[in-house]
DNA sequence: CACAAGAACCTGTATCTACAAGTCATAACC
DNA sequence: GGTTATGACTTGTAGATACAGGTTCTTGTG
């Protein structure tokens, strides 16, 4: 399993922003220089360099050296999809509790988001995120039925769903995700510990695999003193990051 | 004013997803087939395809040909931006009153987040955002004094502080921008017409120039009916809009 | 000394070539 | 008939080369 020399060469400067080797303000060395350094001709750096000013990483132009533009890049796929990985990022310690899973028929609206027939049954589950031992996130997920059948079987208070389908082969390839604000009902208040009424942030999420094809639709709701999003955008890019 | 051939590439085909030449689902033409097309070399096809990717058009995996995911891509750097060039795009006639413009020292972590000297003056304003006559958003900004003090003898309530910007020449290059949820306080009850409390979308937004120097700070709030984020990854990137 | 011309350097764009590695449909085989 | 192998096709990676266009420092001139 060889690993592509412009991964290799980005894994490397990326390492040496977070070391703070490149200072956050100062100039990488030229492509030129890359080059030698990596032995590389000037495709494979041209891709890491695209990669780490995707990451909102870097910065410059045309005829100017790229500049560190921040040395914690936006955190990769992963952890952007998963809560519990984004909670071992950031040192706390991630929990769940399940409230509820159900092998039901989906209300219209989420058969037609999901692209199933509103006949066909879906797995859906309610559960609480925790961060410390104390209420962060309650999320409200449908799985397809292929897909979310096996979650039945499993111990869903022991971890993340995201690594449990993964290790099943799903093919998870892209979310859309949108956020917006939202009031808190009944349940959200009971569960979350705030009061009714309060402002929380709403991610609604949808899932496909790499053709396109919906697999989960999830509402997940923040208390906003626990969790942020926080989109980086260049001219010519943009990433983001929980 | 040449365009250089792989932007072309990226719009025709950009262009003809979102007319449904090609449809959702459906497999683009392969790189070789769209190098005959566009007479081109296969860097800058892959260029533009690789451009298509981070918008969360298309998706795709070796061996296979690319699919199309989306119709509608995530808007490019100018929308994500400005509230007026999106109002235009969704088809919603923008709006605005000055509440408030002044020249005045900073907050400490305001001028902490800037990196500029306390004792430093700043230009601050208040701005509340209509979309189609109803009030939308409320802006506070805070801009360093080189780039704000030419916003004092303009009209800002004729339209984009953006463009006016740009138009000085200004090098806004990447812009940072964190989501919350948050409770109306009395300012912005009073004037996005909501109740005291009720939940809003909040953007904090810090932009930079190409060597990430600070210019501008802002807290935005939405009406979370009128305006949500949505954010888009796929395996190896992120892309993200208004 | 100030300013302008030039050279050196750097990134952006584009072409051609070659091979590796994954996917898919067809054909041959048991 | 079902299964496996083969081959055509496709994308991913990498190299070498060339020139355009922007930036920056240096040098020479008024």
Redesign the pocket.
């Given at each position: 399993m060889?690993?592509?020399?412009?991964?290799?060469i980005a894994s490397e400067l990326r390492q040496r922003i977070r070391a703070g080797a490149i200072a956050v303000g100062a100039?990488?060395?030229?492509?030129?220089?890359l080059?030698e350094e990596?032995?590389?001709?000037?495709?494979?750096?041209?891709?890491a360099?695209s990669a780490l000013r995707e990451e909102g990483l870097i910065g410059?132009?045309?005829?100017?050296?790229?500049v560190v533009l921040d040395a914690v890049p936006a955190q990769p796929f992963e952890s952007f999809l998963s809560f519990t990985r984004r909670a071992e990022i950031t040192g706390h310690e991630p929990g769940q509790r399940l409230q509820e899973i159900a092998l039901r028929r989906p209300e219209p609206t989420v058969a037609a988001v999901l692209g199933v027939d509103p006949d066909d049954v879906v797995v859906q589950l309610v559960r609480l995120r925790l961060l410390d031992g104390r209420p962060a996130m309650l999320e409200r997920m449908t799985y397809v039925e292929a897909v979310g059948r096996p979650l039945l079987d499993a111990d869903l208070d022991a971890g993340s769903i995201y690594a449990l389908l993964l290790d099943r082969g799903v093919d998870l390839h892209s979310a859309r995700h949108t956020f917006d604000a939202v009031a808190a009902d009944a349940l959200d208040a009971r569960l979350l510990d705030v009061p009714e009424g309060a402002p929380l942030l709403r991610e609604r999420r949808l899932t496909t695999d790499s053709s396109g094809t919906p697999i989960e639709w999830s509402d997940d709701r923040y208390r906003p003193d626990v969790a942020t999003v926080t989109v980086t955008n260049t001219r010519n890019s943009r990433s983001a990051a929980l």
């Open positions: 060889t690993i592509p020399l412009h991964r290799v100039a990488l060395p030229s492509e030129a220089r080059c990596f032995s590389a001709s000037r495709g494979p750096v041209r891709q360099l410059g132009g045309q005829g100017k050296r790229a």
